[in-house]
């Protein structure tokens, strides 16, 4: 065998922190939008003015308790925001995913692995091999240092995610962390042998990583819903309007555009106008991202905004992804805690995206649940509805056939007593 050079020609993809920065705003909320731009206006002399929000409007939107049809919105903690995204993952092994989630399950509150791989591997009764398989699987999802086993690694892996090469930040967290917090660029690049310009990259990418990415999925609880647009009729067609903190307009100081500027203040004027540059293309990004989403939702929902929740349709992130051309992931970040109002009320958009009951029905899941929900609440007390006989409404009123044993399921997801303990608790309460 002879040692030969060959040039492949391929192509990568690589993420800029512009690209960084459009991904992270795709996935803010309107309001978080518009915090997020007062916070960059307060460091940029450039911004005059963030377009202000109309709080009167935001004010009608105060959060009351959930509805059946809104049982998709439950607070979800950080364990269950990871394991609903593990469709992202392309498993060829299944067996892995029992392992995936006990993982989920051993990561503390900041996000950290808070067990051993060798204790894992004998809890899940695996070979370390595969729990180092099931890790790197965990530090795929979202937020980029989920997983991590220590502060290095979380860096790295967010590092990893801006597609910046560096094999010596485990010596420079551990032995230059003072270096790092002087931004001492000049010193790090003559002890790392790199040049002074990758130095000051490497400083600012890591002041854009999160050191408890954890804390980006925590659950919190808020005062009002904000909806980032209304679906409404408006004679016999549908539209969609955008709320104006959805996408929150930059107002330019023209004063700096006025002064013929030299030297470091020509240099500083020209960053600043780079990073509003920047920001703009984010928002617009996100803006036609989330259109694009909202507007095959209403395409492919049209029955549910015509006649109510009991019409709504079955519909997957894999189909949206398919109808625009865009990443599952970008689909997910873009949907992220966003509401519309609808004559229905305000809902998230992931309400929008139902599971089917069972293959070919063409049924969602949603609508069994109301439905059976319904059929409790009207029925004889003195003589409740058995699951058999729940099935068996099901086909005659709305000519949907399911299994006796998806009627057990949804019930008990619901939190609904089977027909004998219902006509226990009514033999009691008499």
Same mark, same amino acid.
């Given at each position: *065998?002879?040692?030969?050079?060959?040039?492949?020609?391929?192509?990568?993809?690589?993420?800029?922190?512009?690209?960084?920065?459009?991904?992270?705003?795709?996935?803010?909320?309107? *309001?978080?939008?518009?915090?997020?731009?007062?916070?960059?206006?307060?460091?940029?002399?450039?911004?005059?003015?963030?377009?202000?929000?109309d709080?009167?409007?935001?004010?009608?939107?105060?959060?009351?308790?959930?509805?059946?049809?809104? *049982? &998709?919105?439950?607070?979800?903690?950080?364990?269950?925001?990871?394991?609903?995204?593990?469709?992202?993952?392309?498993?060829?092994?299944?067996?892995l995913?029992?392992?995936?989630? #006990?993982?989920?399950?051993?990561?503390?509150?900041?996000?950290?692995?808070?067990?051993?791989?060798?204790?894992?591997?004998?809890?899940?009764?695996?070979?370390?091999?595969?729990?180092?398989?099931?890790?790197?699987?965990?530090?795929?999802?979202?937020?980029?240092?989920?997983?991590?086993? &220590?502060?290095?690694?979380c860096?790295?892996?967010?590092?990893?995610?801006? &597609?910046?090469?560096?094999?010596?930040?485990?010596?420079?967290?551990?032995?230059?962390?003072?270096?790092?917090?002087?931004?001492? $660029?000049?010193?790090?690049? !003559? &002890?790392?042998?790199?040049?002074?310009?990758?130095?000051?990259?490497?400083i600012?990418?890591?002041?854009?990583?999160?050191?408890?990415?954890?804390?980006?999925?925590?659950?919190?609880?808020?005062?009002?819903?904000?909806?980032?647009?209304?679906?409404?009729?408006?004679?016999?067609?549908?539209?969609?309007?955008? /709320?104006?903190?959805?996408?929150?307009?930059?107002?330019?100081?023209?004063?700096?555009?006025?002064?013929?500027?030299?030297?470091?203040a020509?240099? #500083?004027?020209?960053?600043?106008?780079?990073?509003?540059?920047?920001?703009?293309?984010?928002?617009?990004?996100?803006?036609?991202?989330?259109?694009?989403?909202?507007?095959?939702?209403?395409?492919?929902?049209?029955? /549910? #905004?015509e006649?109510?929740?009991?019409?709504?349709?079955?519909?997957?992130?894999?189909?949206? $992804?398919?109808?625009?051309?865009?990443?599952?992931?970008?689909?997910?970040?873009?949907?992220?805690?966003?509401?519309?109002q609808?004559a229905?009320?305000?809902?998230?958009?992931?309400? /929008?995206?139902?599971?089917?009951?069972?293959?070919?029905?063409?049924?969602?899941?949603?609508?069994?649940?109301?439905?059976?929900?319904? !059929?409790?609440?009207?029925?004889?007390?003195?003589?409740?509805?058995?699951?058999?006989?729940?099935?068996?409404?099901?086909?005659?009123?709305y000519?949907i056939?399911?299994?006796?044993?998806t009627?057990?399921?949804?019930?008990?997801?619901?939190?609904?007593?089977?027909?004998?303990?219902?006509?226990?608790?009514?033999?009691?309460?008499?």
């Amino acid at each position: *065998m002879k040692q030969k050079l060959v040039i492949n020609q391929s192509l990568q993809w690589k993420m800029n922190q512009s690209l960084y920065q459009s991904i992270e705003i795709l996935q803010l909320t309107g *309001m978080e939008l518009y915090d997020y731009m007062k916070q960059v206006a307060e460091e940029n002399p450039l911004i005059e003015e963030v377009q202000p929000i109309d709080k009167e409007l935001i004010s009608q939107f105060r959060t009351t308790d959930y509805s059946i049809d809104e *049982m &998709n919105t439950a607070e979800q903690s950080l364990y269950d925001q990871l394991k609903s995204n593990l469709y992202v993952l392309e498993l060829e092994d299944k067996s892995l995913l029992p392992v995936i989630v #006990f993982g989920i399950d051993s990561l503390n509150e900041d996000g950290y692995l808070d067990i051993t791989m060798e204790d894992w591997a004998y809890y899940c009764e695996v070979e370390l091999t595969t729990v180092e398989r099931a890790l790197s699987y965990i530090q795929s999802l979202e937020p980029a240092g989920i997983g991590a086993r &220590n502060l290095t690694e979380c860096i790295q892996l967010q590092l990893n995610q801006m &597609n910046i090469e560096a094999p010596y930040i485990s010596s420079l967290m551990n032995e230059g962390i003072t270096l790092l917090a002087e931004e001492n $660029s000049h010193q790090i690049a !003559l &002890n790392y042998g790199i040049t002074e310009e990758a130095a000051q990259k490497l400083i600012e990418s890591i002041k854009l990583c999160h050191p408890k990415p954890g804390k980006l999925l925590s659950p919190t609880k808020t005062e009002f819903i904000i909806p980032e647009a209304s679906i409404y009729k408006d004679d016999t067609e549908w539209k969609i309007s955008f /709320f104006n903190w959805s996408s929150p307009a930059i107002q330019i100081n023209s004063d700096y555009s006025k002064h013929d500027l030299d030297g470091e203040a020509a240099s #500083f004027v020209k960053k600043k106008q780079k990073e509003v540059d920047m920001l703009q293309q984010a928002i617009d990004y996100r803006s036609s991202t989330l259109e694009k989403v909202i507007r095959i939702i209403v395409e492919k929902q049209l029955p /549910f #905004f015509e006649r109510g929740p009991k019409m709504l349709k079955p519909l997957t992130l894999s189909e949206l $992804s398919a109808q625009l051309d865009l990443h599952i992931s970008t689909i997910s970040r873009a949907i992220r805690q966003k509401y519309v109002q609808t004559a229905h009320g305000v809902l998230p958009l992931k309400y /929008f995206l139902q599971r089917e009951v069972q293959k070919g029905a063409g049924v969602a899941s949603i609508v069994i649940k109301q439905l059976l929900k319904e !059929l409790v609440d009207l029925e004889d007390k003195s003589k409740p509805l058995s699951d058999q006989k729940i099935k068996q409404l099901m086909e005659e009123r709305y000519q949907i056939k399911i299994a006796r044993r998806t009627i057990v399921k949804y019930r008990e997801e619901l939190q609904i007593a089977s027909s004998v303990k219902r006509k226990g608790a009514q033999d009691n309460e008499e």
